[in-house]
């Protein structure tokens, strides 16, 4: 988890090395308009989406006593949720780079890696409610 999150951490470090670079965005002097607006909600709502999509696959997980089963169910889960929650910094990058926005980016960052954090208490959550049942 921890690496994760240092990944969105080094996305800002791209973009701010780069910007200490000379970086120059192709539409930078652009408004954004109807493509800034759609690459942001995409990535707002990919990660806003991926708690309640993990949860119904939680549900539609099987209850077992077993605790491999119940580890490939939560890796699934837990995948799945990074790869929604992703999209949030992928978008803040796209929005980087067409127009130089690092306040974007900083923001859609943070939200991924709090929807990243989010997951994994989630997964902690229901891995010590698996070793309290086993006691």
């Given at each position: 988890m921890i690496a994760l999150v240092v990944a969105q951490i080094l996305y800002a470090l791209l973009a701010m090395a780069?910007?200490?670079?000379?970086f120059k965005a192709p539409r930078r002097n652009e408004p954004g308009g109807p493509i800034l607006l759609a690459v942001f909600l995409v990535g707002m709502c990919g990660a806003m989406s991926s708690l309640p999509v993990v949860k119904a696959l939680a549900r539609r997980q099987p209850v077992?006593?077993?605790?491999?089963?119940t580890a490939r169910g939560l890796l699934k889960q837990f995948f799945v949720g990074f790869?929604?929650?992703?999209?949030?910094s992928l978008a803040g990058l796209l929005i980087f780079f067409l127009y130089g926005d690092l306040n974007t980016l900083l923001f859609l960052i943070w939200v991924a890696a709090t929807a990243i954090v989010a997951h994994f208490l989630r997964v902690k959550k229901v891995i010590d409610e698996?070793?309290?049942q086993q006691r």
């Open positions: 780069m910007l200490q670079g000379g077992s006593a077993d605790f491999t089963t790869a929604l929650a992703q999209t949030a698996f070793e309290k």
